[in-house]
């Protein structure tokens, strides 16, 4: 059994669960709850970063970040299906860095706001991570993913999206909605098409 040390809200692990749903991997991976912030949870010691997601194979190995559990979930179910082969690799990978960005972008708004007291927070370095999430919904607005077919299996990019999207829907109140309709459009798509990002969701 793989062990995936991971948090409800966390938009990192919620790929990874997206993943192992759409390849048919979920009865082999066990989620093990994790708190980065306790210094006594063993994730400190599976990862030296103290960060989420990690897995544990099976030999005791770990494997971070999102990005590596991804592409090793891909190689367990034969290779080439949320990672393509060929070109469109390059198109899929680049999209994922965009929403691994964006997500990133976000949360470090989050914690500003979570780990510093008001009087401290830096509010021009808000305003450049908030500036991020702007620019990178501006591209996925002019340009949305492809559509995943019904029972088809998305790519890393379009889960990536996905789980960015529902990461601003989280802390943010869903407030990219009102000026990215394509996007809004493309999302509800994708949940009518993945099962498993609905059976993912966190509620604030």
């Known amino acids: 059994?793989?062990?995936?040390?991971?948090?409800?809200?966390?938009?990192?692990?919620?790929?990874?669960?997206?993943?192992?749903?759409?390849?048919g991997l979920k009865d082999r991976i066990k989620v093990e709850m994790?708190?980065?912030l306790d210094p006594q949870d063993s994730i400190r010691g599976q990862n030296p970063l103290g960060k989420i997601p990690a897995l544990v194979l099976e030999n005791g190995k770990v494997l971070f970040d999102s990005r590596v559990i991804l592409d090793y979930l891909d190689h367990l179910a034969g290779g080439g299906r949320i990672i393509p082969?060929?070109?469109?690799?390059?198109?899929?990978?680049?999209?994922?860095?965009?929403?691994?960005?964006?997500?990133?972008?976000?949360?470090?708004?989050?914690?500003?706001?979570?780990?510093?007291?008001?009087?401290?927070?830096?509010?021009?370095?808000?305003?450049?991570?908030?500036?991020?999430?702007?620019?990178?919904?501006?591209?996925?607005?002019?340009?949305?993913?492809?559509?995943?077919?019904?029972?088809?299996?998305?790519?890393?990019?379009?889960?990536?999206v996905a789980c960015a999207l529902g990461y601003l829907d989280l802390r943010f109140g869903?407030?990219?909605r009102a000026d990215h309709p394509k996007l809004v459009a493309w999302l509800d798509a994708f949940e009518a098409a993945v099962p498993s990002f609905a059976e993912t969701r966190v509620t604030p």
């Not at 691994?100 to 021009?124: C, K, S």
């Open 34 to 36: 994790t708190d980065t």
């Open 174 to 176: 869903g407030s990219w």
């Open 85 to 160: 082969n060929g070109e469109a690799r390059f198109d899929a990978l680049c999209l994922a860095a965009l929403a691994d960005g964006l997500m990133d972008a976000a949360l470090l708004q989050v914690y500003e706001a979570r780990f510093r007291p008001e009087e401290r927070r830096h509010a021009d370095w808000l305003a450049y991570q908030a500036e991020k999430v702007t620019r990178a919904l501006a591209v996925l607005e002019a340009t949305p993913p492809a559509a995943v077919p019904a029972g088809g299996i998305p790519d890393a990019g379009q889960i990536g």
């Open 1 to 23: 059994m793989l062990v995936l040390r991971s948090s409800p809200p966390s938009p990192f692990g919620r790929k990874i669960k997206i993943a192992a749903a759409s390849l």
